[in-house]
């Protein structure tokens, strides 16, 4: 099974989810700053990773997580990927998750000031802060992803 | 293989290239299209499947609003991720002038006329952007003719 996070620039709330989905960071305490900016991609993306699907890990039933930064193409985005997965006849391998219910206005600030304006000593911290506010929330959406897979390996 | 005609709309030049492409189409009756500046569909975002080709291949068209270019390499992408090869399905960026306008038409809303200006705005920009996508749709089966 395939799971692509997506988000806005692929760089932070799907980035935190995914790690989140691999264990790469501990789901049972709020993380610190120094730990999420330990994950790949975290805040480090450019504008040339919009549309990418980068390959983050694999997880523990084999299940392989990517992220991808889809700008404002909302649910239509997970649509699309399921409609080419469809067409492929692979749409039982593939579960699209979009991050973007999840983001508060201090990561779209945040975000917004450390990626686009490139200032990530502004930016970061307050991007930290609505990280932390969110991380439980991406925690439960990762959950219901990982419940989701099994459901869909039963399935097929 | 699976074509994908890929523009800002699925129901107007993408459409038109992938009927063009089935050489089912001349610049009179493009109108009369199934499917053609059916808004409702193209909200939806999952291809739609045209027809296949005397070769077989799949034809479909797919709206990606404004972003075109970045669908496209997460289309791409996303062939390679669930194992299959370029070969196997083709994205085909269709660019026209006026493609924003299509776009943005397609958001006005009913109550102010939102279809019937959409089809209006939609047929004056194909009728005057034909031509294009006929040039388009030849130098891809050009491209199609030297990958095999």
Redesign the interface.
């Given at each position: 099974m395939k799971i692509i996070y997506h988000c806005f620039g692929g760089s932070h709330s799907s980035v935190l989810a995914s790690a989140i989905h691999l264990g790469l960071i501990d789901k049972s305490r709020l993380p610190t700053m120094e730990e999420m900016m330990a994950i790949p991609y975290y805040d480090k993306t450019s504008d040339a990773d919009f549309g990418s699907i980068r390959f983050m890990g694999i997880d523990e039933f084999k299940n392989e997580i990517y992220v991808l930064g889809k700008k404002s193409m909302g649910n239509r985005y997970s649509n699309i990927l399921l409609g080419i997965a469809d067409i492929l006849g692979v749409s039982d391998k593939l579960i699209s998750v979009n991050c973007m219910n999840q983001v508060n206005w201090s990561m779209k600030i945040g975000g917004f000031t450390s990626r686009r304006m490139g200032l990530e000593w502004l930016g970061r911290p307050v991007l930290g802060s609505g990280s932390r506010d969110a991380f439980f929330n991406l925690v439960n959406l990762v959950e219901y992803t990982r419940l989701q897979s099994m459901k869909k390996v039963q399935g097929s | 293989m699976?074509i994908?005609f890929l523009a800002t709309t699925g129901v107007h030049h993408s459409l038109i290239a992938a009927y063009i492409f089935l050489e089912r189409l001349n610049e009179t009756n493009f109108k009369m299209l199934p499917d053609f500046s059916n808004i409702k569909k193209d909200?939806?975002?999952?291809?739609i499947?045209i027809d296949k080709d005397s070769q077989d291949n799949?034809i479909?068209s797919?709206g990606?609003?404004k972003?075109v270019?970045?669908?496209?390499?997460?289309?791409e992408?996303?062939?390679n991720?669930?194992?299959?090869s370029r070969d196997?399905?083709v994205v085909k960026p269709v660019r026209i002038k006026g493609e924003q306008l299509l776009r943005f038409a397609e958001k006005i809303p009913g109550i102010l006329g939102g279809e019937a200006i959409s089809r209006v705005l939609s047929e004056y920009v194909v009728k005057k952007e034909f031509y294009r996508i006929v040039k388009e749709v030849e130098d891809f089966r050009g491209e199609l003719r030297k990958l095999h």
């Open positions: - | 699976i994908i909200y939806s975002g999952f291809p499947f799949r479909y797919l990606a609003g972003e270019l970045m669908t496209q390499k997460t289309i992408d996303l062939v991720v669930m194992g299959f196997e399905l």
